[in-house]
């Protein structure tokens, strides 16, 4: 079993904020790979399903950002999973709007979700990065991060969200730079 676990704050007002992409990643490949519907567990919301063969669970912590490794480190204690049963989809500010980079383990970035996440379990996992952009100046990186992605940027969302959805299941195999490649691929034929 595996755990894919996308990184938001709960709530309809927080809904379209670029923090919130992580939410949005996972609730696409539940929708595209016809998971179970969502249910209220491990601090969160959790949907079951297969991709490839594999099972898999969804996870998207109701614990607010700050506080995603509770319900993050609750789910894999449950299953009894370790870290290197997890992925985790969330916002890049240090990449461009729409790009996907994968990488395992390392620091948090600044980001308050992955530190929560990594003084949970440990950083030991693999990282979805979805870029969102960098405002230029980190007088604006709040602002930026907690609001709405623009009208005229939902078709590339969507796009993105398609893709990494379509593409999921070589994030399943561990195959990350086929996973990355074929994402790309899709976005340039769009």
Do not use: C
């Not at 755990?3 to 539940?30: C, E, K, Q, S, W």
């Not at 595209?32 to 998207?60: C, N, S, T, Y």
């Not at 240090?94 to 996907?100: E, I, Q, R, S």
């Not at 990488?103 to 003084?119: M, P, Q």
């Amino acid at each position: 079993m595996l755990v894919f676990a996308g990184l938001g704050n709960p709530g309809a007002a927080y809904a379209l904020h670029r923090h919130n992409i992580g939410f949005m990643a996972v609730d696409t490949i539940a929708e595209v790979h016809r998971f179970d519907p969502w249910r209220i567990r491990f601090q969160g919301w959790a949907a079951e399903g297969r991709i490839g063969g594999e099972k898999l669970l969804l996870l998207k912590p109701a614990t607010f950002m700050n506080e995603s490794g509770r319900s993050v480190g609750e789910a894999l204690r449950f299953y009894k999973l370790g870290p290197e049963a997890l992925t985790v989809f969330y916002d890049e500010l240090d990449l461009a709007p729409f790009k996907v980079r994968v990488k395992f383990a390392g620091g948090a970035a600044g980001h308050n979700g992955i530190r929560s996440i990594d003084s949970h379990i440990g950083p030991d996992y693999r990282r979805v990065r979805l870029g969102i952009g960098h405002p230029g100046h980190k007088d604006r990186v709040t602002g930026h991060v907690l609001g709405n992605f623009a009208k005229a940027e939902h078709d590339d969302l969507a796009d993105l969200l398609g893709a990494v959805a379509a593409e999921a299941e070589w994030l399943v195999k561990g195959d990350d730079a086929r996973f990355v490649n074929d994402v790309a691929l899709r976005l340039t034929n769009e």
